[in-house]
């Protein structure tokens, strides 16, 4: 009975073995005749009678026989179906290459929400990272300003490698690290959640020392199934004799890739210990202040494609530079375009450059003004006598920048001892007096919410006085805030239900992740050395989900060490664009002479100096008579803005517009749109 349960394991065809099988049937039908079998025993019996299956995708029964001597893999095959309506494939096998070589092709789910130019992004540090773009070099740098995607398209490279490859369709990498500052390591887990769900698995490091952080990464190392390690640099610094030897980490990912400017930090150095040749940077402005802090950044993707330091600031950087001068010559001009064209055709094959211009067909139209403001009184005496005296005080010149800065939010900023019970003036600075107007025309004819941006803590305590004293509900940021606490706050700021109408953010903590689209108005209150921390607590509102049209307001002290701070930052921003933007219409403007004079007030400019300085060839006495070139690109190049010496043809911002006599002396204008026609 037991042997009539299992099935044959062999099959015989001599008439003998056919004979003791037809008995062995008419004895079982008798005994099932004496001895009837239950419903579940016959139902047991059919499924032991079945024959095995390898349960294997790739494994499949001949048609020919049910054996499983028989049974034939197909052989390899890719993750992701190829030929899949709207597949990103990035990678094709070539005619003739080995049956092993399979196509690779991104995840369906991250295809779905990837936008055209993220996709081109993908097949670009994709082909980077696997050696097709530089033979021999395995390192990229993604330079999309913000707004663009970065992170998804990091994530959607970062998932593809670690899951798959040509190869048998086996992972091209094993592991993966992720560097981040550590106020973004749990933001790097929550959007590997966000996109990739619970399939993605990976271990998180924020900080620790000790025995116990080797031990983590140790056992990350040695767990197969997680692939991905995000970790700070303060992390890594401290820890990098445990993955300085592992063999098993594929991809490096630097966020904030720019803080590996200078290849003499410990970071820098630290980065460099570990084995791995692929290696992508993450970083919306490679170019912070020169062109030297540009090469490390692209020396350390990919050693060696620009020569040593000194080879190129020898061949690339002096005669770049000297070119830019507003008195270079000829000769150096045309000299230094070609070294700048040879510049640019090396980098552009590991570096991938997309402008937030790209927005624009996503979000709605964002208007960039910069908003000169005439200081009062009070701030010219404070400010001039400040200036005469400077020398003799026991102080820096970093910290007189500093003082003079101060004088220009607001006088009573730069008293050495102000009492605490001092009521708050905004009349006696020229740009808090503008700005009282300018939320008090925003409240009264809209429901727009403001972000109010500054660099200073005094002044943000400036900023809460006004709004206490005008009934603004507001929130504040700054960077002694938690990152659990301040995701917190811009989510209730960001609710439509939300009644606070102003968020007070220090720039200091403005490229942390924010994404402040519950405000459609920003006000950058005073300016920074770098144009990138600028930029980036700028781009805050002009996000994904934003729904309104934006405005985004640059207070500027007209004639002050504020003028001169900002042409610097439009010469650094001039520099990226003709670098990282091959944009080779930037004007030439500022000699090097001409930002060195910082204390000087010019006190008998009505307008604007910097637009002195431009020689705007459009405006006569002022007053601009011709529009900018229909095909000009306006992004860095202020000499192709709007320009407003009066309020008789601004259209632009009627808030504005109706607070113009509380001191605004000129604005330049432009927005992410074709520039309007001037009447």
């Not at 020229?430 to 009264?444: E, M, N, S, V, Y």
């Not at 900023?463 to 606490?485: A, H, I, P």
């Not at 405005?551 to 664009?577: A, C, D, N, P, W």
Request: glycine content about 6%; charged content about 25%; overall charge positive.
């Amino acid at each position: 009975m037991r042997r009539s349960l299992a099935p044959s394991r062999r099959s015989t065809s001599t008439p003998d073995a056919k004979k003791r099988r037809t008995s062995s049937r008419e004895a079982e039908q008798e005994n099932e005749a004496e001895n009837p079998v239950s419903d579940h025993e016959k139902f047991i019996r059919d499924l032991l009678a079945r024959p095995f299956r390898v349960p294997l995708k790739n494994f499949v029964t001949s048609a020919s026989t049910k054996t499983l001597g028989r049974r034939k893999p197909v052989g390899p095959r890719p993750l992701h179906d190829p030929f899949e309506e709207n597949a990103l494939v990035l990678f094709s096998p070539k005619p003739g290459q080995p049956k092993e070589i399979v196509h690779v092709v991104v995840d369906p789910n991250l295809t779905r929400v990837l936008r055209p130019h993220q996709r081109e992004g993908v097949k670009f540090m994709y082909d980077c990272l696997t050696g097709a773009q530089i033979e021999g070099s395995y390192g990229c740098i993604m330079a999309d300003e913000m707004g663009l995607g970065k992170t998804l398209q990091t994530i959607t490279v970062i998932w593809s490698l670690v899951r798959q490859g040509p190869t048998y369709g086996k992972p091209t990498v094993s592991k993966a690290l992720i560097v981040t500052p550590s106020s973004l390591v749990k933001n790097w887990a929550n959007e590997l959640k966000k996109w990739l769900g619970d399939r993605a698995r990976y271990v998180t490091l924020e900080g620790g020392s000790g025995k116990s952080v080797d031990d983590d990464i140790a056992g990350f190392l040695s767990n197969r199934c997680v692939p991905i390690l995000i970790l700070s640099y303060e992390t890594l610094r401290l820890h990098i004799a445990a993955l300085r030897d592992s063999s098993s980490v594929g991809l490096i990912v630097c966020d904030e890739g720019h803080r590996l400017k200078n290849s003499d930090n410990q970071t820098y150095r630290s980065l460099n210990e570990l084995k791995t040749p692929r290696r992508l940077l993450l970083s919306g402005t490679p170019i912070q202040n020169d062109l030297l802090e540009y090469f490390s950044l692209v020396h350390f993707v990919n050693n060696g494609i620009l020569g040593t330091g000194a080879e190129f600031r020898k061949k690339f950087e002096n005669p770049i530079l000297r070119s830019r001068e507003a008195d270079s010559t000829a000769d150096q001009r045309s000299k230094g375009q070609e070294k700048l064209d040879e510049l640019v055709g090396i980098v552009n094959r590991c570096l991938i450059r997309r402008t937030n211009a790209l927005l624009s067909q996503y979000l709605p139209i964002k208007h960039e003004l910069v908003v000169c403001c005439n200081l009062t009184d009070a701030q010219k005496k404070a400010y001039k006598d400040f200036s005469k005296s400077y020398d003799q005080k026991d102080c820096t010149a970093l910290a007189a920048i500093t003082t003079l800065k101060k004088i220009c939010n607001h006088p009573s900023l730069a008293e050495e001892s102000r009492a605490a019970s001092e009521k708050f003036d905004p009349s006696q600075s020229g740009k808090f007096h503008i700005l009282d107007g300018l939320l008090a025309a925003i409240k009264a004819t809209s429901n727009d919410k403001v972000v109010l941006v500054s660099n200073y803590t005094q002044t943000m305590e400036l900023f809460e006085q006004l709004c206490r004293m005008r009934g603004y509900g507001y929130f504040r940021l700054d960077g002694t805030m938690s990152s659990k606490k301040r995701d917190k706050l811009v989510t209730q700021f960001n609710d439509v239900n939300s009644s606070e109408m102003v968020f007070l953010l220090s720039s200091k903590a403005g490229g942390c992740g924010l994404n402040i689209i519950g405000a459609n108005r920003l006000v950058m209150f005073d300016p920074d050395w770098n144009p990138a921390s600028d930029q980036q607590a700028m781009a805050r509102v002009w996000r994904d989900g934003q729904r309104k049209p934006c405005y985004v307001y640059r207070l500027i002290s007209t004639g002050s060490i504020e003028e001169k701070i900002f042409q610097r930052q439009t010469h650094k921003t001039i520099l990226s664009s003709v670098v990282v933007d091959s944009s080779a219409q930037a004007e030439r403007h500022f000699s090097t002479a001409d930002l060195r004079d910082l204390f000087r007030l010019d006190e008998h400019e009505l307008h604007s100096s910097t637009h002195s300085q431009i020689k705007c060839s459009r405006c006569v006495n002022n007053i601009q008579v011709r529009p900018p070139p229909d095909d000009a690109d306006v992004s860095s190049d202020l000499s192709l803005w709007h320009h407003h010496s009066s309020k008789n043809h601004f259209t632009v911002d009627m808030a504005l517009k109706k607070i113009w006599h509380f001191g605004v002396t000129f604005v330049f204008a432009q927005n992410s749109h074709k520039p309007r026609q001037i009447p």
